[in-house]
């Protein structure tokens, strides 16, 4: 975006776009408190993907995914994600093609309508300061993954802070080894650039998501394997 442009942009985020998305977010989040018995309908997850595609329309994000041929319907899958933005949550959320839930730290249990609107979806917090809630956590991926409902992790832990993808935790690899599903790698691209982490405002870039093939885990004795052949499939689906 032209620098000259910028300013009026900024203004137009504060003044429209972050009302408007507000907005969106309460009646979203009180909409799913209302609809929790029906948690896993699609016309639910349908809401909630507009709730997530109104970020990147209203900020005028162009949008590209490929690789959907990839994902075989009724299978459940642990999705794998390099995380380079906020607006990942929402590009991941808005266009990938199946009912999932998040593997979410349990620090945002507490931000408001967004904490409670997350649970009552069924999306899964992780507690990882205990051992003993982080295996009721894993009883809870288990009891959600079935009937082709999957989960999507960002295993860096945190937001990237040069654009790079950063080493993979073995965690994730260690609950589809456990779980014995397949793993699917998401490349995102173009995030980084629209919102990068410690800046407040956005910056309009395309943003793309790559969906690669599922890897079977089975042939993997250790998770700390898996996590690196994985993270080198993220990185390969970055550069395409």
Request: proline share 5%.
């Amino acid at each position: 975006m032209k620098k000259i442009l910028l300013p009026f942009y900024i203004v137009y985020q504060y003044v429209i776009a972050v009302p408007i998305l507000t907005c969106l977010t309460i009646f979203t989040a009180v909409f799913t408190i209302c609809l929790m018995h029906w948690r896993n309908a699609e016309f639910v997850h349908k809401v909630q993907q507009f709730w997530s595609r109104s970020f990147l329309w209203l900020m005028f994000i162009p949008v590209s995914v490929d690789g959907v041929e990839n994902i075989q319907p009724g299978q459940s899958y642990v999705f794998v994600s390099n995380h380079q933005s906020m607006f990942d949550v929402w590009l991941v959320y808005g266009w990938l093609p199946v009912i999932f839930k998040w593997l979410m730290k349990a620090e945002l249990r507490k931000v408001p309508f967004i904490g409670i609107g997350c649970k009552a979806a069924g999306h899964i917090f992780v507690e990882r300061t205990h051992a003993k809630a982080a295996a009721a956590s894993l009883r809870e991926v288990e009891r959600q993954l079935v009937n082709g409902v999957c989960t999507v992790i960002f295993p860096e832990g945190t937001r990237t802070e040069d654009g790079k993808v950063g080493r993979f935790k073995r965690g994730a690899f260690q609950i589809a080894l456990d779980l014995g599903l397949p793993v699917i790698p998401l490349s995102l691209t173009g995030c980084y650039e629209v919102m990068p982490k410690g800046q407040w405002f956005v910056r309009r870039h395309p943003v793309h998501m790559h969906i690669g093939r599922p890897i079977d885990l089975k042939q993997f004795a250790d998770p700390t394997e898996a996590a690196e052949v994985v993270r080198n499939a993220v990185i390969e689906g970055c550069e395409k």
